[in-house]
């Protein structure tokens, strides 16, 4: 069993920047995949980046350029930077780890940009 936890949320302006972390409890090595999704209030929860075991990436357009994905699988750590924030990016953010058959949820983060 791994239980996630994210931190790091917090209220910025817009045109700020944002780190924000996901401890892992146990290793994330052998994870498939871990990926960072949001949920606004009032919308369905929608993936923003991902990175595999072999540390390639992926970005939702709408983050693409504004937000870095990195892990530390020897800290078990996985961060998402991110730059340039708008107040559309203001969401509960959660860590998401796969490990086929299972998936891994944290509790989330809330991060709030304002305008």
């Known amino acids: 069993q791994v239980q996630l936890v994210e931190s790091g949320g917090g209220l910025v302006q817009a045109g700020g920047s944002l780190r924000i972390s996901c401890a892992a409890s146990?290793?994330?090595?052998?994870?498939?995949?871990m990926n960072w999704y949001r949920q606004a209030p009032g919308k369905q929860r929608e993936f923003v980046a991902g990175?595999?075991?072999?540390?390639?990436?992926n970005y939702a357009d709408s983050v693409k350029g504004r937000f870095t994905i990195s892990r530390d699988n020897a800290k078990n750590t996985m961060d998402l930077q991110m730059n340039s924030l708008k107040p559309e990016d203001t969401a509960v953010y959660y860590c998401?780890?796969?490990?086929?058959?299972?998936?891994?949820w944290g509790q989330g983060t809330q991060v709030t940009v304002s305008s």
């Open positions: 146990g290793s994330i090595f052998s994870m498939n995949a």
């Open positions: 998401n780890a796969l490990k086929l058959p299972n998936n891994y």
């Open positions: 990175i595999s075991t072999a540390g390639r990436t």
